[in-house]
């Protein structure tokens, strides 16, 4: 136990103490976009495309989660998913946050499967641009002063 005080003491910080994991990284970005794709399919495949889905939600007594359904196909046909996508886009690039930036890319992803290609690839390289961008950096006349 000693040994580990010890330790501490010649190595830096980031040696002694594990990282912990965490979404902020690329393998957690990863991880959520991944999860992103599988719902996405899930939803597309399972719910939506489905013939037999379709002939019972078209009868007159369709059960109760044909609503649901009907209010997705309605967002596919608005491409509510592909702007939403977009638009955490945009606020991922403005704000540089990494919360935004993650469903930027969650939702474009989900875009990409959702038949929003279009807008899901924009908002899929906005948040991908947000996650790359460093934090740090000040850009503009601040920036250049400090040079």
């Known amino acids: 136990m000693r040994t580990a005080g010890y330790l501490s003491l010649l190595l830096p910080p980031s ?14 970005a990863a991880v959520l976009g991944a999860i992103a794709a599988v719902v996405a399919a899930l939803l597309r495949f399972q719910v939506v495309e489905p013939e037999a889905l379709a002939h019972l939600c078209g009868a007159g007594a369709a059960p109760w989660w044909c609503a649901l359904r009907s209010a997705l196909i309605a967002a596919f046909a608005t491409h509510a998913l592909g702007v939403a996508a977009v ?25 990409l499967v959702l038949y929003s290609v279009e807008a899901g690839a924009i908002a899929l390289l906005l948040g991908l641009l947000a996650l790359a ?5 000040q850009s503009g006349a601040r920036g250049e002063q400090q040079a």
Not at 15 to 28: D, I, L, N, Y
Not at 88 to 100: E, H, L
């Open 133 to 137: 961008r460093p934090r740090g950096r």
């Open 15 to 28: 040696v002694t103490r594990p990282r912990q994991p965490s979404m902020k990284t690329p393998f957690g």
């Open 87 to 111: 638009a955490a886009g945009g606020i991922a690039v403005a704000t540089r946050r990494s919360g935004a930036a993650l469903a930027a890319a969650c939702l474009g992803v989900a875009g």
